[in-house]
């Protein structure tokens, strides 16, 4: 069955700094993979996916993200986060042949000015 | 852009009362989901619809949540009798794929919050 870990639940970092958030997956073949970013009392909105081809993902907001079948990870990376960043972002997995998608738990990310 | 609505968005109920809420997806979105999501943890998938018909809903606790979407456009989703485990947000999404989602992710409203007392 498809699954999704995020092994962190709560990150802070500075103002300016570097992100890399977490995600690996369980899944038979190459799923399709996504990263949404939930602000406080708001739906989830698409930073970007991952089908098939380049591995490496650009998504908006200056988020991108890096597909690794070896380590079954997509783990999402901004090179440096801003104080509007701080939100919930989950990583979420589909199988190709079907419209659902798995959720894993969540990070949430807060910024420090 | 073109959202997605739902009313309301935030509902607070007694326990054993019923509660609605409704979703107005994306104008041409034939495919509509209702996720819910419980404080702390990623959304889950209650129900999927194609159209007016229903694709997915093994994990819709049908013994008291219905959802429905007679018109193949907005749908409702209702709770009767609430319990305190209900306290929850509760998300629709639209899409228009049909069998795939490579070419149309889900789009997301913004939610209604359900608290149960």
């Known amino acids: 069955a498809q699954s999704v870990t995020q092994p962190d639940i709560h990150i802070t970092v500075s103002e300016g700094a570097s992100l890399e958030l977490r995600c690996n997956y369980s899944y038979g073949a190459t799923p399709y993979l996504f990263w949404y970013v939930q602000s406080p009392g708001q739906g989830l909105q698409l930073l970007l996916k991952?089908?098939?081809?380049?591995?490496l993902v650009q998504g908006i907001k200056g988020f991108e993200a890096e597909f690794k079948r070896s380590q079954s990870s997509f783990n999402l990376r901004k090179p440096s986060v801003h104080w509007s960043d701080a939100a919930e972002y989950f990583c979420?997995?589909?199988?190709?042949?079907?419209?659902?998608?798995?959720f894993g738990t969540g990070t949430r990310l807060q910024v420090f000015p | 852009e073109a959202e997605v609505a739902q009313s309301p968005r935030y509902k607070i109920t007694e326990k054993s009362q019923a509660v609605a809420f409704w979703c107005d997806p994306i104008s041409g979105h034939a495919t509509l989901y209702w996720y819910r999501q419980i404080l702390g943890q990623g959304p889950e998938l209650l129900v999927q619809?194609?159209?007016?018909?229903?694709?997915?809903d093994s994990q819709l606790p049908k013994d008291r949540f219905s959802a429905e979407r007679l018109k193949g456009v907005d749908s409702t989703l209702k709770i009767q009798p609430a319990e305190l485990g209900d306290s929850a947000m509760y998300l629709c999404?639209?899409?228009?794929?049909?069998?795939?989602?490579?070419?149309?992710?889900?789009?997301f409203g913004n939610g209604t919050r359900l608290t149960v007392t």
């Open positions: 991952y089908f098939s081809g380049d591995t």
């Open positions: 999404a639209s899409s228009t794929a049909g069998r795939g989602m490579r070419n149309s992710p889900l789009h």
């Open positions: 979420a997995v589909g199988a190709r042949n079907t419209d659902k998608l798995i």
């Open positions: 619809f194609q159209d007016e018909s229903v694709v997915d």
